[in-house]
């Protein structure tokens, strides 16, 4: 079975480009979460989709962000226009969201900002 | 307010020797505790976790974890640490009225270095 997966691995933009990173979760697994860890610091929320609707953008750090998820399948956390502070590891995570279950985790994109 | 300490950044440790990755929340509900590895270049793996009944909760890779609630602490811990433990370990918590989501507050992570 495959698992959670991201790309690009790494990606290195300029200030004020736009990135669009993107995550394919296990297939049948309706939730999707974004986190971020930033400058090695503890790892924070971003989002939550169950299937296509977004359950829960309360970690969404401002509107240069966008999270989508078409069709309920892949995601995508487009960022426009990036800043030095988004720079950090983005993580995806899905699960079939049954209570307490564990999360699924890809290997991350590490977005560097300059 | 919400949150997860993880107060060592780097625990160091013999091989053959125990370990302890320390852990202590804050949550306003009933916690439900989780510990995560990360392996370079990895996802972070679930290794266990702590919802209700026996405060000991035995996970992956011979790891059990202790679930304390008058210190309102999570300690991971394992008997004989092995080479191939070394990795990025978080502690995480669900605030158990956040309903069912996995909406998790994670810990800043500890790099366990275990020494042949």
């Known amino acids: 079975e495959a698992g959670v997966t991201q790309f690009p691995s790494h990606s290195v933009i300029e200030k004020g480009q736009t990135v669009t990173l993107r995550c394919d979760p296990i297939s049948g697994h309706d939730n999707l979460y974004w986190y971020r860890r930033v400058m090695g610091k503890e790892i924070k929320f971003l989002l939550h989709?169950?299937?296509?609707?977004?359950?829960?953008e309360s970690g969404m750090p401002n509107n240069r962000f966008l999270a989508e998820r078409t069709g309920g399948t892949y995601s995508t956390l487009k960022v426009q226009p990036a800043e030095l502070e988004d720079s950090g590891v983005y993580f995806c995570?899905?699960?079939?969201?049954?209570?307490?279950?564990?999360?699924?985790f890809g290997s991350g994109t590490q977005l560097s900002v300059l | 307010a919400q949150s997860v300490a993880q107060p060592e950044d780097q625990v160091n440790v013999a091989e053959g020797n125990p370990l302890t990755v320390k852990c202590t929340y804050s949550v306003s509900g009933n916690p439900y505790l989780f510990w995560y590895v990360q392996y370079p270049n990895r996802g972070l793996q679930f290794l266990l976790k702590y919802i209700t009944g026996d405060n000991l909760v035995k996970g992956s890779y011979g790891f059990e974890a202790e679930f304390n609630k008058s210190q309102t602490s999570f300690h991971l811990k394992k008997p004989s640490a092995l080479v191939s433990d070394s990795a990025l370990y978080f502690c995480?918590?669900?605030?158990?009225?956040?309903?069912?989501?996995?909406?998790?507050?994670f810990g800043q992570g500890t790099t366990l270095q275990v020494k042949p």
């Open positions: 995480a918590v669900r605030d158990g009225r956040s309903g069912n989501t996995g909406k998790l507050i």
């Open positions: 995570a899905s699960s079939l969201g049954r209570v307490n279950e564990k999360l699924f």
């Open positions: 989709f169950v299937k296509e609707s977004k359950q829960d």
